[in-house]
């Protein structure tokens, strides 16, 4: 691995011996993106996968199980847009809105 890939790679223990921490952003729509996700898929078992320790975003990952085979497992994320993406000035302003965005993916439950 090359030095310059190496420093920039962070393992949970080098993180705590960091001091120059500074807060991870968060969405503050997380509670309203899992209610939607319910509504949509409801009763459906959901695990979630939090990060502990972020640098800059707190990202959460959401399982939704299949129900059944014939079905597809949904998977979405919170906390990507907390903070914005760097778009192409292209983009702007006719996608504006578009730089804080979320993951959504859908899996066949095999």
């Known amino acids: 691995m090359s030095e310059e890939i190496k420093n920039s790679v962070y393992e949970y223990g ?3 011996q960091r ?3 500074r807060p991870a952003a968060v969405t503050p ?3 309203e993106i899992c209610q939607h ?4 898929f409801p009763k459906r078992e959901t695990r979630v996968y939090r990060e502990i320790e972020s640098e800059f ?5 959401f399982v939704m199980k299949a129900p059944t085979k014939k079905d597809f ?10 903070l914005p993406m760097n778009l ?11 730089e804080r965005a979320e993951l959504l993916l859908f899996l066949p439950a095999e």
Not at 88 to 98: A, I, M, S, V, W
């Open 14 to 16: 080098e993180l705590e």
């Open 19 to 21: 001091t120059e921490r």
């Open 29 to 31: 729509y997380e509670q």
């Open 37 to 40: 996700m319910e509504a949509l």
């Open 57 to 61: 975003l707190n990202v959460n990952v």
């Open 73 to 82: 497992h949904v998977i979405y994320t919170t906390g990507m847009s907390a």
């Open 88 to 98: 192409p000035q292209e983009f702007l302003p006719q996608y504006k809105g578009l």
